[in-house]
């Protein structure tokens, strides 16, 4: 505030910086969409690891391709993943849905498993209301321990003991059947802390003491589930997408932050059968542009060769709408399952790994780099599907088809292609490259977050030099990283923010326009060497 000098001497006024800097946003989130083992259907989960995913959604499961996929995400250079569990619900079939175990604890409340699937079924739950350490004689305080556990012989439990192994354990100390103790109110303790179980009915939770169900000899001996788990059918195209459920499938991307790509595997890990194309094009593709991220798209399983590749993928009726905000990888992938102790070889649709190796070349060189070439290796595979030469590579790079090769001599299996599904020669379009396509959407999407504060700011020249201020410091930074063309930062990068983008009408409309362009650099594709014999009188120019 304005300083009122009264006496004569030197006055010290603090001023508040012009400069409002603009993060970079991430570039590399992945988002994956399919079934797994265990987990929430009616929320997301952000995890920094396979180790948070085995915790949450069950890690690694031969039934479903998304495990996989994560897995590999890892495997090759993923970070930050988001995951969004579907499972199949048919309301004209409902015995067909999948089911949550539930656990009665004697007559007090019964416990049902948090999600749905089979793993509930093998629940462990001991009451324990001996050993407690405030207030022994409140009736309603007991402890509780959740094992969720594995048997070498299910036959008779206790012979089993030696064979048991625990998947992940919980335990729950002084909880309280009273909704007065809000802090300790089991219902509300459960859904805020438990991985594992939760209460079936809130409204049927007595305020009687649980019984102790550990025998004589201290060996846990639970009830078992009056209502057996059950997993989820195979997915179908409502199950993805259905706008009236706001929390189900890709409605839950509403809730997400931040997101740079989406990987859908395949929900067929027999035959590797495409995603319904009524998902990728009717629901992905909106919400690709809306969110500003990339679609990583597997080639479909019946994409047979190179040439039949190039003939399906205009099919509109066989595949998906071209869009720059997508891009296709052929073929699928071989390599052996982690999960098969013979080493079993099967296939393996790509988009986790392709999602993995983006991510990593983001953190080695920027989003500016193509995730291609020979630092673009693939980890954890050992072949290809289908096998393919300079030939094949020549006939589906034109069509905007991204190529996975196998090398010889120390290369091994590499990305060798980065085009985006508007990168067909004959289209001739701006987004042709990915990484192009990429730095567009990653400085539009910082530059969206990063100018909020100009929103309601009065409209004249002083906003405007502060917008050039702050908006040309963020494009000289990328400037100076090697994100775009020339060496001469005038030609590299434009922003404009002045009388001439705003006009009076504008202000008038309380519209303030921004112009922000860029050189992109673009990846060298061909590389033409050219040799000629030289004699002693010849020179080359």
Not at 2 to 11: K, L
Not at 188 to 201: F, M, T
Not at 345 to 368: L, Q, S
Request: net charge negative; glycine share 6%; with cysteine.
């Amino acid at each position: 505030m304005p300083i009122n000098p009264t006496y004569p001497g030197v006055y010290v006024q603090e001023l508040p910086s012009l400069v409002k800097t603009i993060i970079g946003v991430g570039t590399s989130i992945t988002v994956f969409i399919g079934r797994a083992q265990r987990g929430p259907t009616d929320d997301y989960t952000l995890i920094h690891n396979f180790t948070e995913f085995g915790r949450i959604y069950g890690g690694l499961s031969a039934e479903y391709n998304m495990s996989y996929a994560v897995y590999q995400y890892y495997q090759n250079g993923g970070t930050d993943a988001v995951i969004i569990r579907v499972v199949h619900f048919d309301s004209e079939h409902p015995e067909n849905n999948p089911l949550k175990a539930q656990y009665p604890v004697d007559t007090t409340f019964t416990l049902e498993a948090a999600s749905e699937g089979i793993w509930g079924n093998d629940l462990e739950i001991t009451i324990d209301t001996k050993d407690i350490n405030i207030d022994p004689t409140d009736s309603t305080i007991f402890n509780l321990s959740v094992d969720l556990v594995k048997y070498a012989n299910k036959n008779a439990q206790i012979e089993a003991l030696k064979g048991k192994t625990s998947i992940s354990s919980e335990f729950f100390r002084n909880l309280s059947t009273d909704p007065k103790n809000k802090f300790k109110y089991v219902t509300n303790v459960l859904k805020e802390e438990s991985k594992l179980v939760r209460i079936a009915d809130p409204t049927k939770v007595a305020l009687k003491q649980p019984k102790d169900t550990k025998d004589e000899k201290g060996i846990n001996s639970p009830p078992d589930s009056t209502i057996k788990g059950k997993d989820s059918l195979d997915l179908v195209q409502t199950d993805y997408y259905n706008a009236e459920l706001p929390d189900r499938g890709l409605n839950l991307l509403n809730k997400v932050d931040l997101f740079n790509m989406i990987c859908i595997p395949s929900d067929d890990h027999v035959n590797n059968k495409s995603v319904p194309k009524e998902v990728y094009i009717d629901a992905l593709t909106n919400f690709c542009i809306k969110r500003r991220a990339m679609l990583i798209v597997d080639a479909p399983e019946d994409w047979t060769d190179a040439q039949d590749a190039k003939t399906k993928v205009d099919d509109t009726n066989n595949f998906i709408t071209r869009h720059e905000n997508a891009a296709v990888w052929f073929p699928l992938l071989l390599g052996s399952d982690p999960l098969d102790k013979d080493g079993k070889m099967r296939e393996f649709v790509p988009c986790g790994t392709i999602a993995g190796i983006i991510a990593r070349t983001d953190t080695n060189r920027g989003v500016w780099k193509a995730p291609a070439g020979i630092e673009a290796t693939l980890f954890g595979f050992s072949d290809l599907k289908v096998k393919l030469d300079d030939d094949a590579n020549g006939v589906l790079n034109p069509r905007g088809i991204n190529c996975i090769r196998n090398f010889p001599g120390g290369y091994g299996m590499v990305l060798w292609g980065a085009r985006t599904l508007r990168g067909a020669d004959n289209l001739t379009d701006q987004w042709k490259y990915l990484p192009v396509r990429r730095t567009a959407l990653y400085i539009e999407e910082s530059l969206y977050r990063g100018t909020k504060w100009v929103v309601f700011e009065p409209n004249d020249e002083r906003l405007w030099s502060q917008i050039r201020l702050n908006v040309g410091a963020f494009m000289h930074d990328l400037f100076r990283k090697g994100a775009f063309q020339g060496t001469d930062p005038k030609k590299a990068y434009l922003v404009k923010c002045d009388s001439e983008t705003t006009t009076q009408e504008d202000i008038d409309k309380g519209i303030v326009n921004i112009l922000v362009g860029f050189a992109p650099l673009k990846p060298a594709e061909f590389v033409m060497i050219q040799i000629a014999q030289l004699t002693n009188q010849d020179s080359l120019t």
